[in-house]
């Protein structure tokens, strides 16, 4: 999923010429950018011949149910899949097949190994005035285990990691530490960047208090009684405390427990946690008629968490990225540049698909174009955000442009480009976001409502639309996004 670390108000976007029906709107908090010199151009050209394939490509995908085939292909034929597990060794075989029966070329797995670590038992129990209650909870990837029997210790609440962090030692040692923060629903997810922080750290913060244990509020904005999953971070040298996440409703009855006097929980954890478990990134191509070696590179990821079907995290991705490129692939001619796909293998705990894609490829790294993900559900691109060099945004306005019909607003040069294609960011190639509507998802994200009933299948279509027409542009076109040579 994305990095929504960093808040994207207040950043300029790059407008461009269109007609009365189409011109977007500007979304509130962005400033309107003064008008560029006039020796540069506003706008860089598309062919007639490449808008025609546009509209072509655009049409063909909001009137295909192919990415719903797929995800729900993956679903029902493989499952929920674990990173390093058995479930994600089926989902590579299901990837080469898919890919290779709709027609993609050089399609192989490049392994490599990961830590596994899985939750054999996970329960939680409020013990308050002799009574026990059972709590709806999940292990955090990489939480140890607890003693045979459990844990048990008296409860500090703290409503943020800032009040835990700012906490004396005194008050956090020997007592499970509870991180009580409630998540902000927002269009673009910026809530999660906040209130993820506390799944990462609450472990290593509050061991270095000398804490018991960790419990955090569920990082999600639904009010079902679920508890979302996800990693933990660990302490230095591999320690780590026993952590766990809690369902809204639950935290809610702890809080307010807490109001009352004393309140004790007992934590009973079995995980399993090995080395060098298998995994491995499934690849595969279109290549390029006249620049082969030039690559777009598409990326989604395969595995997924336990507790729900991995629909919208990241099925949806697989199958947006997976229907786009098909659908380019039965173009009459293909594309200048070669696009590849990357089904990264394990991204959910601890992006080590990207990172092992990063190694493998850091020679090319030079010959990618340009890097973008589908990693953020099923909800309809609403933004288009790039993160080119200055010489290269006539570009990014162009393609502003080809995305308005499908109601793509233009937005800020500021594209994280997702988790999967990090490793290759941070070795220099350009990235962009088709930013998905997360309004909604950090209700189903992590939880077992991941499911394809969470999917929207006009939204889905219009995301392989806009998937289809970026990358068909930025395939068949010779522009560069990088800053030129000095």
Not at 21 to 41: E, I, K, L, M, R
Request: glycine content about 8%; proline content about 6%; overall charge negative.
């Amino acid at each position: 999923m994305r990095n929504f670390g960093l808040a994207l108000l207040g950043v300029a976007f790059f407008a461009f010429p269109a007609s009365a029906q189409q011109q977007p709107q500007p979304t509130p908090g962005f400033v309107q950018a003064s008008n560029p010199p006039a020796t540069q151009p506003q706008v860089a050209p598309i062919t007639p011949g490449q808008q025609r394939v546009v509209d072509r490509l655009q049409t063909a995908a909001l009137e295909s149910d192919r990415a719903y085939d797929i995800v729900e292909d993956l679903v029902s034929q493989v499952g929920p899949r674990l990173a390093g597990s058995d479930a994600e060794a089926r989902a590579r075989e299901w990837a080469v097949a898919m890919l290779r029966a709709n027609g993609f070329t050089n399609v192989h797995v490049e392994p490599f190994t990961l830590p596994y670590w899985d939750a054999m038992r996970e329960e939680a129990h409020i013990i308050s005035r002799g009574l026990e209650r059972p709590m709806v909870a999940a292990a955090l990837g990489g939480s140890p285990s607890t003693p045979a029997g459990g844990l048990t210790a008296e409860v500090v609440r703290f409503p943020d990691m800032v009040a835990l962090e700012a906490a004396p030692d005194s008050a956090v040692a020997g007592r499970i530490v509870f991180i009580d923060e409630h998540m902000s629903r927002a269009q673009d997810g910026a809530g999660y960047g906040v209130a993820v922080r506390k799944r990462g750290r609450c472990a290593p913060v509050a061991q270095a208090k000398g804490a018991a244990a960790c419990l955090i509020r569920a990082v999600g904005t639904d009010t079902h009684r679920f508890a979302h999953q996800g990693g933990s971070s660990r302490q230095a040298q591999g320690a780590s405390l026993p952590a766990m996440s809690i369902s809204p409703a639950d935290a809610d009855v702890l809080a307010y427990l807490l109001t009352r006097g004393a309140v004790r929980v007992r934590l009973d954890i079995t995980a399993e946690i090995r080395e060098n478990a298998q995994s491995g990134n499934v690849i595969a191509e279109i290549r390029g008629r006249e620049r082969p070696q030039e690559i777009v590179l598409l990326a989604a990821h395969l595995d997924s968490w336990d507790m729900g079907q991995g629909a919208i995290d990241d099925g949806s991705g697989v199958a947006i990225i997976s229907a786009a490129a098909r659908l380019i692939r039965d173009l009459p001619r293909r594309p200048r540049r070669t696009i590849r796909i990357l089904l990264a293998g394990a991204e959910e705990n601890g992006v080590h698909g990207g990172a092992a894609y990063g190694r493998a490829h850091a020679t090319e790294a030079a010959n990618h174009v340009v890097a973008l993900e589908s990693d953020f559900g099923a909800g309809r691109v609403w933004r288009f955000d790039t993160q080119f060099a200055e010489p290269a945004l006539p570009y990014a306005r162009a393609f502003q442009r080809a995305l308005s019909p499908l109601g793509v607003l233009p937005g800020p040069n500021q594209a994280d480009g997702g988790a999967d294609v990090s490793a290759m960011k941070e070795l220099g190639v350009p990235v962009v976001d088709l930013s998905q509507d997360g309004t909604d998802y950090f209700d189903h994200h992590h939880t077992p409502d991941d499911t394809l009933y969470a999917i929207d299948r006009a939204e889905l279509r219009q995301n392989v639309a806009a998937w289809a027409t970026f990358v068909f542009l930025a395939a068949d076109s010779d522009w560069t996004f990088r800053a030129p040579a000095q």
